[in-house]
């Protein structure tokens, strides 16, 4: 009887300790957070340094003694962009190693791919790095994203060089992918209203290199501008190789083009211009000058050696800024729940990605402005800001 007895409030101790103690990848020292990556592919020059800039923010405030008493843990695996992996990457993260949340997974078709398996669970997904619509539509509580989508991002940049750079009819060079149709959407949107027109439209394989007949149909089809989503590495091939066939149109990118090493692999094969972007946060090197900048750039140098943090570590730190704050908000008794409605409470100025952070439960798209920007000698140059 006495066994059955402390057997008894045994049990309604445990019913009644804290909330966490039944949320998956919490406990009273942790909190482990899940990210599904392309650290070997077409897009890592984002998913790497997002990782590092990430883990740089996590490992100062673990240091600091962490969130309500609890280290941060980040456990990555490499998809290398292709769509089975990352299904097999997020069934690890969520079914092995059961984290609290998912965080900054890259690419369009991956995360939506892995909404089967958050979806059910209710697992938040926090600042993925694409822009996709999907990431917030249809509306789920558990979905996030950092920035304005692609979507609107291309319809405000083609929209600004209508009206200021002469575009009139424009060319499609894509992956034939949900990242690449929301860049034709926004496109054809605009086609619907009369503001432009479409030519040639083309299909790309990931690890397609040359793009010379791709481009010779460009030509014929008499496009003064050229929409592009394709990978990091393509996008730099393709417009260099456009402007050594003597082609001059305008290129027109999305944010996923919107990467410092675009400018400056450009600046490589004698690009200086010509190439524009929308996006939702601004570039780092033209804001050098800012403190708070600066105080960036020099903890990144310090945590990882690197000399430059760029466009893929300023989304690391974004990211890692918008969990942190959450977690922190959502206090020492961590569910879901609560860092659900902790994220739908945040309002705040992110400095170091040069835009405003807004969340509410109607709104789960952090930050609303478009920014639009130019290559001029190697450097991103901010033309025009959308609110």
């Given amino acids: 009887m006495t066994t059955f007895k402390a057997l008894a409030a045994t049990a309604v101790l445990a019913l009644a300790g804290p909330a966490w103690a039944q949320t998956p990848g919490v406990t009273d020292t942790e909190i482990k957070l899940g990210g599904a990556h392309d650290l070997s592919g077409i897009f890592a020059p984002f998913s790497v340094p997002a990782v590092a800039a990430a883990n740089a923010y996590f490992d100062k405030v673990n240091a600091e003694g962490g969130i309500h008493g609890r280290k941060i843990t980040y456990i990555v695996e490499d998809h290398g962009y292709q769509v089975p992996k990352a299904v097999q990457a997020a069934n690890k993260l969520i079914n092995r190693d059961e ?13 939506i791919a892995m909404f089967q398996l958050m979806g059910p669970k209710g697992i938040p997904n ?61 496109v054809y949107q605009l086609r619907d209203e009369g503001k432009i027109e479409m030519g040639a439209e083309i299909a790309h394989k990931p690890d397609e290199s040359d793009f010379t007949g791709a481009l010779g149909k460009v030509k014929e089809s008499g496009c003064d501008t050229i929409g592009m989503a394709l990978g990091i590495s ?129 709104d789960h798209a952090g930050a609303d402005e478009v920014f639009v920007s130019k290559i001029e000698n190697g450097s991103w140059v901010l033309v025009d800001t959308i609110e």
């Fill in 126 to 186: 926090v600042s993925p790095i694409t822009a996709a619509r999907q990431m917030i539509e249809p509306f789920e509580p558990w979905k996030f994203a950092g920035t304005s989508s692609y979507y609107d991002a291309i319809l405000e940049t083609v929209n600004y060089m209508s009206e200021n750079e002469g575009t009139e009819k424009v060319c499609l060079m894509l992956l034939p992918t949900d990242f690449g149709k929301e860049i034709e959407a926004a």
């Fill in 234 to 362: 393509q996008m730099i091939n393709a417009i260099a190789t456009a402007r050594q066939l003597g082609m001059d149109q305008k290129i027109l990118l999305s944010s996923a083009g919107f990467h410092t090493v675009v400018a400056k692999g450009l600046a490589q094969q004698g690009v200086m211009d010509g190439v524009y972007a929308g996006a939702g946060w601004q570039d780092l090197e033209a804001r050098l000058g800012e403190p708070e900048v600066q105080e960036f750039v020099a903890a990144y140098k310090e945590a990882t050696g690197e000399e430059y943090p760029g466009t893929g570590a300023l989304l690391g730190h974004a990211g890692a800024r918008i969990m942190v704050e959450a977690l922190e908000a959502a206090g020492p008794d961590l569910t879901r729940e609560s860092f659900i409605a902790a994220m739908e409470g945040l309002n705040f100025e992110d400095k170091v990605a040069g835009n405003t952070v807004t969340f509410s439960a109607e």
């Fill in 99 to 111: 984290v609290f949340a998912m965080f900054l997974n890259l690419g369009t078709p991956h995360n």
